[in-house]
Structures are given as structure tokens and as C-alpha cells.
């Protein structure tokens, strides 16, 4: 039906076949063409655009006089293959079809606007016989997929980089289990269930942030929140808003994540009257200064070897980000300052 209605309509345009039935509901198709969300012209075997609609010209962005010889084959500025590389009109994808007869199916090509913008388009191109099978025109039929391609585009960047992400989660796991150690096989499980909970918090944070990085204070809040008791002033977090990046904040979080299972057993959190304050500023070289600072908890002395916990954390902060971990087993309570590049 639609290859009947092109036909007449070159057969009228061209008025090669006096005897054709010219339809006389033609230019209501005209209308009903222009309504359509795609692009579609016609052109004679010489390649003249004899018929275009309204999307057409939205796609070309610009409107081609019809039977003009300077503007055969398409009426777009420019053209380009996917790859970059240009398009002449001569051997643009109407002309190949009007050359051979064969038609052109999901074809995908760059249309340049005057004004150097572009956009993709998906070409579907039939070529119109005589009963000889001699080529007499052609219709081609398109629609912008530059959204598409772009979607395509991020999903596969998305894939990489969330390939990149799982590396680096399973990295810092591996790390965990790694330099995880207990008396007992409880003990153990429950060291590396807490410093996975960790990283499972923090990567609910960038959920949240479409993987932009997660606030410093919501890390610190949410992995000193289980210390909170009867909302009796125990801890005290105070710094600018900072936003860190995926990889510094899953260090962090598992940094605070050790000291605050620390306090909980041996320091400030052990005691009703123990305090914990979490502080950070940003020094003048684009450096991150975090102090944890233990009060009135029972009397510290320290440790005659490393711990596991600390482990975990220079590994973290020193061997993987490159920053400096200081620990300070003062006797009224454990203080740490941790300096990362951010």
C-alpha cells in the first residue's frame, strides 16, 4: 500500500506516465506523511528530491528546495559514517540504492546540521521499479536514534565501570579476609561479617549519589550509629560537607568501622560515660584530615603488639591510598589521625 502511494506520487511529480491513476486523496496522504514521527523522501533516478515531509526537515535541519539539482540524493548538510569518517552525497546511501536497486535496511549514519550539531539516524531505503525493472525513484525512510546510540553508549560505559567497582569491592574484601584473624572460628566470622557490613553501608551511599561518592558525615554517622544509646550524647561528628570518591570513602568507612569495634571492646564505647568525637578539615594542599578522639573511657596502654584491626588499616590507608595513619594510645583514651589525598 505504502510502495502505491509513493509510486503515484512520482509518477505524479515526474509526469513520465500520462496513463498512471493519480490518487486524487494524495495530498491528504501529504498531511498524514508530515504526521508522522518519521523522516521520508523520495527521490527520481537522477537522485532530485521530488517529496519530503516535516520530519525530514526537522532531521536535516534544513529544508531542500525539491527539483533542485544542488541538493540530490539528501537533503542533510553533511554526513558521516559512525566511525567519523564523511559521507559524499554521491555515495550516500540513497544514491547506492538508486545506482543498484538493492535495498537499504537499519542502516545507521551521522546527519550534521549547519550549525555543527549532529545526530544519528537509523536509513531504511526501497528502491521503485518499472515493469521493465528499470530504477525510477526511491523512498527512503528515517528516524533519529541519537538518544538510542546514547543510551547505548552509557549502558556500556555503566558495565565498565561497574566491572572497575566490582574489582576494586572484591580487592578490598580480599584484603579484609585476608588480614582477618581471631581465636576462634566465631570470631572470626564475625570480624569479617562487620567489616563487610561496612562496605555494604557505604556502598548504599553511593547507590543513593548515582555513584558520584558518598558525604563524609553520613559514613561516619551510619558506622557509629549502633553506639548510640537511649540518644544520650556519646559522640560528636563535626567537619565541612565533603563528598569522597567511591574508593577513599570504602576506606574510610572500614577505618571507622575498626576504630569504633576498638572503642566498643577495650575503649570509650566499652563505658556508659565514654565519648567519641570524629572531626576533619580539609588542609591547603587538598588533604584530609580526620581525627578520632576517645574520652573518659577506661585507662589505655599500649598495645605490646599490632593488631589485626590496625592492619586493615594501614593497609587501607597507607599502602592502597597512599595517606598516613597515626595512632596515639594516650592514657585517657586512643586518638587518631588519618591524613588521605583527596
Same mark, same amino acid.
Given at each position: ?43 527520481? =533516478? ?12 526537522? %532531521? ?18 553533511? +554526513? ?7 559521507? &559524499?552525497?554521491?555515495?550516500?546511501? +540513497? ?43 526511491? !523512498? ?12 547505548? #553508549?552509557?549502558?556500556?560505559?555503566? =558495565? ?30 564475625? &570480624? ?21 561518592? &558518598? ?28 563528598? %569522597? ?5 570504602? =576506606? ?10 576498638? &572503642? ?7 563505658? =556508659?560515660?565514654?565519648? !567519641? ?35 586493615? +588499616?594501614?593497609?587501607?590507608? #597507607? ?24
Amino acid at each position: 500500500m505504502f510502495g502505491d502511494i509513493v509510486g503515484n506520487l512520482i509518477s505524479k511529480r515526474l509526469g513520465r506516465n500520462k496513463r498512471a491513476r493519480v490518487d486524487p486523496k494524495l495530498p491528504v496522504v501529504g498531511q498524514l506523511f508530515d504526521l508522522l514521527p518519521i523522516g521520508i523522501y523520495v527521490c527520481d =533516478a537522477s537522485g532530485l528530491i521530488i517529496y519530503h515531509n516535516r520530519q525530514a526537515v526537522k %532531521l536535516w535541519g534544513r529544508s531542500p528546495n525539491l527539483n533542485d539539482p544542488t541538493d540530490r540524493f539528501c537533503g542533510s548538510y553533511r +554526513m558521516y559514517h559512525l566511525d567519523g569518517g564523511p559521507i &559524499a552525497h554521491p555515495d550516500c546511501p +540513497m544514491a547506492e540504492v538508486l545506482r543498484t536497486g538493492i535495498s537499504v535496511r537499519d542502516r545507521e549514519i551521522v546527519i550534521e546540521h549547519s550549525d555543527g550539531s549532529r545526530g544519528v539516524a537509523l536509513v531504511n531505503i526501497d528502491a521503485f521499479k518499472d515493469e521493465s525493472g528499470k530504477v525510477i525513484g526511491a !523512498v527512503n525512510c528515517f528516524q533519529d536514534v541519537t538518544e538510542r546510540k546514547r543510551s547505548e #553508549r552509557q549502558i556500556a560505559t555503566l =558495565a565498565g565501570e561497574a566491572e572497575h567497582r566490582v574489582k576494586n569491592i572484591l580487592a578490598t574484601v580480599q584484603a579484609t579476609v585476608s588480614l582477618s584473624q581471631s581465636d576462634s572460628t566465631d570470631g572470626l566470622k564475625q &570480624a569479617i561479617e562487620g567489616r563487610i557490613n561496612a562496605l555494604a553501608k557505604v556502598h548504599a551511599l553511593f547507590v543513593q549519589s548515582r555513584w558520584a561518592g &558518598a558525604e563524609l558525615s553520613s559514613i561516619a554517622t551510619q558506622e557509629l550509629a549502633p553506639y548510640l544509646r537511649d540518644g544520650k550524647p556519646r559522640l560528636r561528628i563535626d567537619g565541612p560537607a565533603l563528598v %569522597l570518591e567511591p574508593k577513599t570513602a570504602q =576506606a574510610i568507612a572500614v577505618t571507622l568501622h575498626e576504630l569504633a569495634t576498638n &572503642a566498643a571492646k577495650y575503649g570509650a564505647l566499652s563505658v =556508659a560515660k565514654g565519648r !567519641v568525637e570524629v572531626t576533619w578539615s580539609l588542609a591547603a594542599n587538598d588533604k584530609l584530615i580526620l581525627t578520632w578522639t576517645e574520652k573518659r573511657g577506661p585507662t589505655v596502654k599500649k598495645p605490646t603488639h599490632q593488631g589485626f584491626g590496625t592492619r586493615v +588499616m594501614e593497609r587501607l590507608i #597507607r599502602d592502597q591510598h597512599k595517606g598516613d595513619l597515626r595512632l596515639d594510645w594516650r592514657a585517657k583514651g586512643l586518638a587518631c589521625e588519618i591524613i588521605l589525598p583527596v
